[in-house]
């Protein structure tokens, strides 16, 4: 019983803590210092955030300047406008990927590919193949879309 009233305590038993007081409680920062720290944090993390979403927009192709409605707009409409008269026409390159088409205008139409080894050509996830300089095999994937109608060229027919 003395242990007991010496250290407030059975032996054996884990010590209690005492209540704390105002004056042995931790110095905490003054609000006004915290803040500016907290600011500056939120700021960071937001600013981080904003240039990870632009750079993942940019990867894909969302972000960079493509004409490819507009040319679709004006093609169409130039295209009724010379309807009528055969002899202003200008013979146009093609512009979509078909089957047995030569790198050249493979070239013309999608550029110049991402990686080029043998006869493939990578634009990203999307690729084309060639047998013999010509196109033999492609695919188009919707994260960075071949121009082209398909995803795979249409089973030739017998």
């Not at 093609?75 to 047995?100: I, M, N, W």
């Amino acid at each position: 019983m003395e242990f007991e009233r010496q250290h407030g305590r059975l032996p054996g038993a884990l010590p209690v803590r005492a209540p704390q007081t105002e004056t042995s409680s931790p110095a905490q920062p003054h609000p006004s210092i915290a803040e500016p720290a907290q600011r500056r944090s939120r700021w960071l993390l937001i600013s981080a955030a904003i240039i990870c979403i632009v750079w993942l927009l940019w990867s894909f192709g969302w972000l960079r300047g493509t004409d490819e409605p507009e040319t679709m707009a004006t093609t169409s409409s130039t295209d009724a406008a010379d309807a009528g008269s055969p002899s202003q026409r200008e013979p146009t390159a093609p512009s979509a990927l078909k089957l047995g088409m030569d790198t050249a205008t493979v070239r013309a139409i999608e550029g110049d590919p991402e990686l080029q080894g043998g006869d493939s050509w990578e634009y990203g996830p999307s690729w084309v193949r060639f047998e013999n300089g010509r196109v033999s095999d492609w695919y188009s994937s919707p994260l960075r879309p071949l121009k082209t109608a398909t995803a795979h060229p249409a089973p030739a027919r017998d």
